[in-house]
Nanobody, 119 residues
Framework: QVQLVESGGGLVQAGTSLRLSCAASRSISTINYMGWYRQAPGKQRELVARITGGGSTNYADSVKGRFTISRDNAKNTVYLQMNSLKPEDTDVYYC?????????????WGQGTPVTVSS
């Protein structure tokens, strides 16, 4: 099991930057995937960015070139650096950990941090 706590959201103007943090309750070095998702009211949660234990990353097309996901295993923390923010980036952002075990795979979620980008 792992508990995830996000921070760093807020209200910003378009064109500016924010950095989200996701602190895990245990070592993340053995977690298969950690990622950031976002969800607007009434819509499905969508992947924003994901990073593997080995450091490989993938991004949603809508954020490529603007967002960067990184992980600091020593601090058990994953970050999402968001640059050149747009109003359409407004959402609640959730941290996710996906762990595969012999008994199955498990998803863990944080409580979410809201991001609002004004035009």
């Amino acid at each position: 099991q792992v508990q995830l706590v996000e921070s760093g959201g807020g209200l910003v103007q378009a064109g500016t930057s924010l950095r989200l943090s996701c602190a895990a309750s245990r070592s993340i070095s053995t977690i298969n995937y950690m990622g950031w998702y976002r969800q607007a009211p009434g819509k499905q949660r969508e992947l924003v960015a994901r990073i593997t234990g080995g450091g490989s990353t993938n991004y949603a097309d809508s954020v490529k070139g603007r967002f960067t996901i990184s992980r600091d295993n020593a601090k058990n923390t994953v970050y999402l650096q968001m640059n050149s923010l747009k109003p359409e980036d407004t959402d609640v952002y959730y941290c996710n950990a996906w762990i595969a075990t012999i008994g199955g795979s498990y998803d863990y979620w944080g409580q979410g941090t809201p991001v609002t980008v004004s035009s």
